[in-house]
């Protein structure tokens, strides 16, 4: 589990523009480094990211190694209902992460 | 008659540069570029509040004793004001402690725990946090009477030449401050926001991790992690940093 900051409104009207930011804590590790005694550090970075606002893709992205580590995101959704909005990114070990923000609409 | 007044006049105008020469303090926000400053300025885009959030989860987490540090010191809110003030006088001990020594005291002595390393992830998240509590306080650190002699080794270090390149702290930071070093702009070296996220380690680190780096790059063996000398060059920079505000979590480039 990594650290993540989310900030989205906590409310919102309908049809407005909101704007979403999301930092991930995690090293996003080139694969092209070498550590103190000359052997390969293997890869290691987020290396895709899924933005979903109830269940409407909002963003979708793919990272790749030159990301600099502790990746930041902001984007913006238009405001239409009451929901969860979440977000997924999947990094070179496989595993998944999953975390929610929750968002009323009036 | 007209050599005397001129003289005079000489003694004036040096007075006058010498007094538009006084540094103002000249915080490193100042002068690194838009888009690093927005990103202090917005908390949820500061990669520093990664090191804060674990910090809070530290600061109510008990330790081996059986204490957690909101178990003594209440919420994290009780700290304002701390950083501001500290290296501080431990009067016990005869000698100033800086944020970090003193939150490994408060591990060793009432918490039963394991003293934290210099700049691991852990004590970088708790002075980062305690550091919060304090941000836009003016850095008020005591530097006469018990810490005196303590501002001055610092002051003496600060102006020491060092390492293979034969440079002191002063050359750069006053004498050449506002210039470039391979590109890079040469700040006047306040530490008012450590610990802080510097963009070229991709990483939080303490002002140790900063000296440490600036000694390295003037070829001088690093003082320890643990040296009384560090704890003197915070203090001078405290003193000289009189009229900025605390910053603590800073983006740095």
């Known amino acids: ?106 | 008659m007209t050599r005397g007044v001129g003289r005079w006049l000489y003694l004036v105008a040096s007075f006058v540069v010498l007094a538009a020469a006084a540094p103002v303090p000249r915080s490193g926000y100042t002068d690194a570029s838009p888009a690093t400053r927005s990103m202090q300025d917005d908390d949820s885009a500061n990669p520093a509040f990664l090191w804060v959030k674990q910090g809070e989860t530290l600061w109510s987490t008990s330790q081996d004793g059986g204490k957690s540090c909101a178990d003594c010191h209440g919420a994290p809110a009780s700290m304002r004001g701390v950083v501001a003030r500290y290296p501080a006088f431990d009067a016990a001990r005869s000698r100033p402690v800086t944020l970090e020594q003193r939150i490994n005291l408060c591990r060793t002595e009432h918490q039963a725990a394991e003293k934290l390393e210099q700049d691991s992830d852990s004590l970088l998240s708790l002075s980062a946090l305690v550091g919060l509590q304090s941000r836009g306080m003016p850095v008020h650190v005591q530097q006469d009477g018990p810490m005196q002699p303590f501002h001055d080794d610092g002051a003496r270090l600060y102006a020491t030449q060092m390492g293979q390149l034969n440079l002191s702290c002063h050359q750069c930071h006053d004498g050449l401050a506002g210039q470039k070093l391979a590109g890079s702009l040469i700040p006047q070296g306040h530490a008012n926001g450590y610990p802080l996220y510097r963009l070229e380690w991709q990483s939080m680190g303490s002002l140790y991790r900063r000296i440490r780096n600036c000694l390295t790059g003037v070829r001088a063996t690093p003082f320890s992690p643990d040296a009384p000398e560090l704890v003197a060059i915070e203090i001078y920079l405290a003193g000289r940093a009189q009229g900025l505000v605390v910053e603590t979590p800073a983006v740095r480039p």
Do not use: W
């Not at chain 1, 929901?83 to 968002?103: C, K, L, N, P, Y």
């Open chain 1, 1 to 106: 589990m990594v650290r993540v900051l989310i900030n989205v409104p906590k409310t919102a009207h309908r049809g407005e523009i909101i704007e979403i930011k999301v930092l991930i804590s995690h090293p996003m590790e080139s694969g092209q480094r070498r550590n103190e005694m000359g052997q390969p550090i293997a890869r290691d970075i987020i290396h895709s990211f899924r933005c979903t606002y109830n269940n409407e893709v909002v963003l979708e992205a793919e990272f790749f190694p030159a990301i600099a580590a502790n990746p930041f995101l902001s984007f913006f959704a238009v405001a239409e209902d009451s929901g969860t909005i979440v977000f997924a990114f999947v990094d070179d070990h496989g595993t998944e992460q999953v975390e929610r923000a929750a968002i009323i609409v009036e």
